[in-house]
């Protein structure tokens, strides 16, 4: 069962709470947070859903309905920060061959603290105990996903290359968000 926990030095400041949050080296021991990446259970299903949802209506990633979240609890990793869901990424496994890393995001306040890559490393540590030959990621942010270990190419140079079939099921599904 994967369960990290760590303490986060904030390299910014911004409020957390009621409690600013000093940019300075020497940052108080009052001011460091623990975090904890950990599988979801049916218990985080709504704060995953509140997580997600101003990615959702940003168009980060695509709208699940809470069903759709339902289903993937297990595949679930989330940051929890006290007792709020600050992140959260769902492996979403096709076959032994391959599975999808989806719908991760990082709650504004908590950028750049490393969360993500903590959440892309859970779920590549949950494909390598299920061994799944390949994990994908479609991202607007291939940098990051690069400086995860994760490359454009597939086994024997191939391409992954898609088609959009049902472009109204895009839009719809943005409007019904």
Not at 17 to 30: L, Q
Not at 47 to 69: H, N
Not at 117 to 126: D, G, H, S, T, Y
Not at 138 to 150: K, N, V
Request: net charge negative; glycine share 6%.
């Amino acid at each position: 069962m994967l369960d990290y926990r760590f303490i986060l030095k904030f390299r910014r400041p911004f409020v957390f709470g009621n409690k600013f949050v000093s940019n300075s080296e020497s940052v108080p021991s009052a001011t460091q947070l623990s975090v904890t990446i950990r599988p979801a259970d049916l218990n985080d299903l709504l704060g995953i859903a509140q997580c997600i949802e101003p990615f959702v209506l940003s168009g980060k990633v695509l709208p699940r309905t809470l069903d759709e979240l339902e289903g993937l609890i297990p595949e679930y990793v989330v940051a929890v920060a006290g007792e709020q869901i600050v992140g959260c990424a769902v492996l979403e496994i096709y076959s032994k061959k391959l599975a999808e890393i989806r719908s991760l995001v990082v709650s504004p306040d908590f950028q750049k603290l490393g969360l993500g890559k903590l959440l892309v490393e859970a779920c590549i540590e949950r494909a390598k105990q299920q061994e799944i030959l390949e994990v994908m990621a479609i991202t607007s942010r291939e940098d990051f996903f690069i400086s995860c270990g994760f490359d454009f190419t597939l086994p024997g140079e191939k391409k992954a290359l898609f088609y959009v079939a049902s472009p109204h099921l895009l839009v719809q599904g943005l409007k019904d968000s």
